[in-house]
C-alpha cells in the first residue's frame, strides 16, 4: 500500500497520494478541504477512487516523515529546502 505493486495501482500508493496532497497544499488548510480537492482531482483526471480511510493514512505517512504539521485544526506544508 505504501509503494505502487504489480497488484496496486500506482494511483491507490501512499507515496502517490501523499505527493499529489502536497502539490494541493500552498497553503494552510483543513482535511476537509484537501479530501474535496483531491475527490475533484480524481473525477478530473479520471484516477481511481481511494476511500477517505487511505487518504487520511496518507495524512499520517505525511506528518510521520515530516512532509506536514497541524496546529489547531489546520495543515501546513513543511518547507524543507
Known amino acids: 500500500m505504501l509503494v505502487p505493486t504489480k497488484n496496486l495501482h500506482e494511483d491507490k500508493s501512499i507515496i502517490k497520494i501523499g505527493a499529489r496532497i502536497l502539490l494541493f ?3 494552510p ?3 476537509s478541504s484537501l479530501w474535496d480537492q483531491y475527490k475533484r482531482f480524481q473525477e478530473k ?3 481511481p477512487n481511494i476511500k477517505f480511510d487511505t487518504f487520511l493514512l496518507t495524512l ?3 506528518y510521520i516523515v515530516g512532509a506536514i504539521n497541524q496546529s489547531k485544526g489546520i495543515l501546513r ?3 524543507n529546502d
Request: aromatic share 6%; proline share 0%.
Open 45 to 47: 483526471n479520471k484516477c
Open 25 to 27: 497544499m500552498n497553503s
Open 29 to 31: 488548510q483543513t482535511v
Open 60 to 62: 499520517d505517512f505525511l
Open 77 to 79: 506544508r513543511v518547507r
